[in-house]
């Protein structure tokens, strides 16, 4: 059972939601990183997702191009990012995602990436610029070396794709729960239970809401109709807006443990 598939079966012991955090990369620089790694699993993140810097991102919003740029020009790569998951995995076992664009993957070579990506200690990746239809020769080798691909589901998918996703897709199920880019969003979609639920009708994995989510009342509302959240915006925020390195991990560490608290309400 992989490090994601044994995360949702305790949680779903414990009846609780999951909370994936996002957090890029090199954002300002690798050590800091680690630190904030420590900080967001010690208040209750479930999984952490890693993302990749590049310089011409598919779907990221300003929050999120801004920490990349601050991170490529501090020289960070996807394989100083692997070294890092390695530092990483010689204290914590939490499940690991990488979110990145295909490019670096591409040009990283892709079993190599594979390959390094799971000696290190990834569990899984999201790749939303690979779509199952383009991914024949990347996916069929991660399956089988047991990297785990997460595809992403959008208000627009017909039920042909949805299927197609909940065939295609390992670890859980990223549903993006507004159209445009990643940010911090005011409300969450009016139509959610009923595009969640219309892939759960047919998805074994769990569904997971992410895009958009800013604090602990809007995770509570799309906990409430998923298995859990994934915020990412919200948190590239403070680590943008606090500089100092105490006042950085108090607010990122209350911020996480709110959202944690208000999705481990429901069951």
Do not use: H, W
């Amino acid at each position: 059972m992989s490090r994601i598939q044994d995360c949702f079966q305790k949680l779903k012991e414990k009846n609780q939601k999951a909370l994936v955090a996002f957090i890029t990369a090199g954002d300002p620089d690798i050590p800091t990183t680690k630190q904030i790694f420590s900080i967001i699993e010690k208040n209750g993140a479930d999984i952490i997702e890693l993302g990749v810097p590049f310089s011409d991102p598919l779907a990221d919003g300003p929050v999120i191009q801004a920490s990349s740029q601050r991170s490529l020009e501090n020289g960070t790569t996807l394989k100083k990012i692997l070294q890092l998951v390695q530092d990483v995995r010689q204290t914590s076992e939490l499940p690991i995602v990488l979110m990145t664009s295909y490019n670096p993957v591409f040009a990283y070579g892709l079993k190599p990436f594979v390959d390094d990506a799971l000696k290190t200690g990834v569990d899984g990746v999201i790749i939303p610029d690979l779509p199952p239809e383009e991914a024949g020769e990347f996916d069929p080798y991660a399956s089988e070396q047991g990297l785990d691909m997460i595809y992403l589901l959008a208000p627009t998918s017909t039920e042909d794709r949805i299927r197609m996703i909940a065939d295609e897709s390992r670890g859980f199920i990223y549903y993006v729960s507004l159209t445009g880019t990643t940010g911090v969003k005011s409300q969450m979609s009016t139509n959610l239970e009923t595009k969640v639920q219309a892939i759960k009708n047919v998805a074994k994995l769990p569904v997971l809401v992410g895009f958009g989510i800013s604090g602990p009342e809007q995770a509570k509302e799309a906990a409430a109709v998923s298995d859990g959240v994934i915020v990412g915006s919200a948190i590239v925020r403070l680590i943008e807006q606090n500089e100092n390195p105490a006042d950085r991990d108090v607010k990122i560490g209350e911020f996480v443990a709110s959202v944690k608290q208000s999705i481990s309400t429901l069951g």
